[in-house]
């Protein structure tokens, strides 16, 4: 089966309820499977870093092994690069990124392990499904890097920021948590605006079209594809919402 979201050819949609690390059907770890792609079975060689079928209790499980005193999410973590400088920024937080891509959960899950981080973890499962995970009140960031643009107007209900996600957001942040969005790409960030406008509790407390020249304080993390757009001097638009109410 063709996965539109992941681009990739997969036994389907992340299973909703089987054990964290167990393999949904045997179709994933047969030759088949790793012909098609090896990441499908090597998804499975990091239990402790990456849920390849999520549940709540599972992760539950995981985080409560670690004490923490924040929670900052990525949605649609990709390579990983972000997580690894967030979960180095900020020890004392878990930091949960939620992808789907099997290469790069893998690759995120290897980082993690060599930079030794035992405070961030990976969740295969749609980003959209987020606050399943995490409780209301609960988040102190949640960051969506450069997420895939769907330029065209038919593609636009495909995109991950929209009123919903906003909602859920909201939900889920502590009261003075903050969503975080960077995107190459203006008509996107033109859609969050617009999104934005009509929602309450998340007022804006910063917004640029040239993230380079005009930034927040502090240090800046780059994720893979920031990395990539400004060795291309391509403008990153910014916006960083806080929950009010
Ligand atoms: C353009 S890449 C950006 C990756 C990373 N945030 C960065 O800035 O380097 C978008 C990522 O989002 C993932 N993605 C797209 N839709 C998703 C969804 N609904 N749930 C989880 N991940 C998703 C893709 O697999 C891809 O890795």
């Keep these: 089966m063709y996965h539109y979201r992941s681009g990739q050819v997969e036994p389907g949609p992340p299973e909703r309820s089987g054990r964290a690390g167990a393999p949904a059907s045997s179709w994933e770890t047969s030759d088949a499977a790793f012909r098609v792609n090896p990441y499908i079975r090597w998804q499975y060689d990091h239990p ?13 499980a995981l985080r409560a092994r670690v004490p923490a005193r924040g929670l900052c999410l990525e949605l ?24 789907l891509r099997y290469k790069r959960l893998v690759k995120s899950a290897l980082k993690f392990e060599r930079a030794g981080l035992g405070n961030a973890w990976l969740v295969r499962d749609l980003a959209e499904r987020f606050t399943d995970y995490v409780a209301p009140e609960s988040v102190d960031a949640i960051h969506v890097n450069f997420p895939d643009p769907w330029p065209r107007a038919s593609q636009w209900k495909k995109r991950l920021v929209g009123a919903t996600l906003l909602a859920d957001a909201r939900a ?17 960030f033109l859609h969050v605006l617009g999104t934005w406008r009509g929602l309450s509790g998340l007022k804006m407390c910063f917004f640029s079209n040239d993230l380079e020249h005009n930034r927040p304080p502090g240090p800046i993390l780059l994720s893979e594809f920031e990395q990539l757009f400004r060795s291309q001097r391509k403008p990153v638009f910014s916006l960083i919402l806080e929950k009010t109410a």
């Design 172 to 188: 889920a942040l502590r009261v003075g948590g903050r969503f975080h969005l960077r995107t190459d790409f203006s008509g996107y």
């Design 76 to 99: 649609g973590s990709g390579s990983g690069n972000f997580l690894v400088q967030l979960a180095r920024q900020h020890p004392d937080w878990h930091v949960l990124g939620f992808e």
């Design 48 to 60: 402790e870093r990456l849920l390849p079928h999520p549940t709540r209790e599972a992760l539950d």
